[in-house]
């Protein structure tokens, strides 16, 4: 690969970088890079940055690789830059981990462009996530959704906000309210690196936030639901944060535009097909790549 990219250079990405890595990775990459949870690499040609990649170790076994972000420009795909990379990296930790290292795996959704195929020649072997889904609609059903639809308004007494106009204050008092309810999904970095037109906040009559919808961009075209909350008893807060994020999404993007729910429980997903009914719902794939034979 190197012999047939000769003016490729690699650059490692730590905390003093990530920031001006954001653009080829995702919020939580970042946010792990600048935590030192994570490491990255970028891979430039001809002065331009035009992939990156973040990793660390899995938790629960430091022998294994976890990618968080893998992402090729879209313009320089199925030009072996990504495999390129790929293996550079993880040539890279075998060498610091003196051959320890016992696999790799990556996390994807089925159709993402070109990703299986590049795991499957780098040897990875691909399998079906099923403890993860996620619910994809392009923006224009939006409209039609029951979700739309839904008349409740703000409760009385309480203020929404947008994250755009959310103070300082707020947002650590919003991060406190989420940590005790252990719903915790984003650090603080990224919550910062949020689309804030059109992610909500609601406050009580005390100004304690008690519900919220924050998304994040996903890629060139998509944008995903990263964070939702409603305190308990506050159905009509929680619907009413997501009826007014839903509205600034299509008001801000184009018909195009895929949105994504994540969901962890049965709960969460049977909320999404009652107020989302055409959306789609798709397990995640799952590679991975055993070292140990």
């Given at each position: 690969m190197k012999q047939e990219l000769p003016e490729v250079q690699l650059y490692g990405i730590g905390p003093d970088e990530a920031d001006h890595a954001a653009p080829l990775l995702?919020?939580?990459?970042?946010?792990?890079?600048?935590?030192?949870?994570?490491?990255?690499?970028?891979?430039?040609?001809?002065?331009?940055?035009?992939?990156?990649?973040?990793?660390?170790?899995?938790?629960?076994?430091?022998?294994?690789?976890?990618?968080?972000?893998?992402y090729v420009v879209p313009d320089y795909r199925r030009r072996k830059l990504g495999g390129t990379l790929l293996m550079e990296l993880l040539e890279k930790v075998m060498s610091e981990t003196d051959g320890e290292l016992k696999g790799v795996t990556v996390s994807f959704l089925p159709g993402t462009?070109?990703?299986?195929?590049?795991?499957?020649?780098?040897?990875?072997?691909?399998?079906?996530?099923?403890?993860?889904?996620?619910?994809?609609?392009?923006?224009?059903?939006?409209?039609?959704?029951?979700?739309?639809?839904?008349?409740?308004?703000?409760?009385?007494?309480?203020?929404?906000?947008?994250l755009k106009g959310t103070s300082d204050t707020t947002l650590r008092q919003l991060m406190e309210e989420l940590r005790r309810n252990h719903v915790d999904d984003l650090e603080p970095e990224e919550m910062k690196q949020a689309l804030s037109d059109c992610s909500f906040v609601l406050l009580n009559e005390k100004l304690e936030p008690k519900a919220c919808a924050i998304f994040h961009a996903m890629g060139e075209n998509g944008i995903y639901l990263s964070q939702f909350f409603a305190a308990e008893g506050s159905t009509a807060?929680?619907?009413?944060?997501?009826?007014?994020?839903?509205?600034?999404?299509?008001?801000?993007?184009?018909?195009?535009?895929?949105?994504?729910?994540?969901?962890?429980?049965?709960?969460?997903?049977?909320?999404?097909?009652?107020?989302?009914?055409?959306?789609?719902?798709?397990?995640?794939?799952?590679?991975?790549?055993?070292?140990?034979?």
């Open positions: 995702t919020a939580e990459a970042v946010t792990y890079i600048k935590n030192d949870e994570a490491f990255g690499m970028a891979l430039v040609e001809e002065g331009e940055a035009r992939a990156a990649v973040c990793a660390g170790f899995a938790p629960e076994d430091e022998g294994i690789l976890e990618i968080i972000s893998l462009e070109g990703v299986e195929a590049l795991l499957t020649k780098a040897g990875f072997v691909i399998e079906s996530d099923e403890q993860v889904l996620t619910f994809r609609l392009p923006v224009s059903e939006l409209g039609e959704s029951p979700l739309m639809k839904w008349k409740k308004s703000v409760p009385e007494g309480y203020i929404l906000r947008s807060a929680g619907m009413a944060v997501l009826h007014s994020a839903a509205k600034a999404v299509l008001n801000q993007f184009s018909g195009e535009t895929v949105l994504e729910i994540p969901v962890l429980t049965e709960s969460s997903a049977g909320l999404v097909k009652k107020l989302l009914p055409t959306s789609q719902s798709t397990g995640l794939m799952r590679a991975v790549l055993d070292l140990t034979r």
